[in-house]
């Protein structure tokens, strides 16, 4: 059985920062390729932020240079730091790792962030 479980999110004022974190148990981690999306009111889930198993970042434009994903082999972590937050950041942030497309997508249930003033 796969786990994802997520934690961080909060509420904080624009310009504010949070980390958001997931673990993952029941996969070798290490070989899984992981993100984070999010889905705000209204709106489709959309990819934020992707990391490859060997290390490789990608982002969505919107929160380049704001936000920064990384993982932590050793403790089966990935986390998704996120400064100079804004409203349209708002939204439910979900974690996901996928080894290929016959093994996942596994979801964690999500974290609710909200930005406000």
């Known amino acids: 059985q796969v786990q994802l479980v997520e934690s961080g999110g909060g509420l904080v004022q624009p310009g504010g920062s949070l980390r958001l974190s997931c673990a993952a148990s029941?996969?070798?981690?290490?070989?899984?390729?992981t993100s984070w999306y999010r889905q705000a009111p209204g709106r489709e889930r959309e990819l934020v932020a992707a990391?490859?198993?060997?290390?490789?970042?990608n982002y969505v434009e919107s929160v380049k240079s704001r936000f920064t994903i990384s993982r932590d082999n050793a403790v089966n972590m990935v986390y998704l730091q996120m400064n100079s937050l804004k409203p349209e950041d708002t939204a439910v942030y979900y974690c996901n790792a996928q080894r290929n497309y016959m093994d996942g997508p596994y979801w964690g249930k999500g974290t609710l962030v909200t930005v406000s003033s």
């Open positions: 990391i490859s198993s060997s290390g490789t970042p």
């Open positions: 029941g996969i070798t981690f290490r070989t899984y390729a």
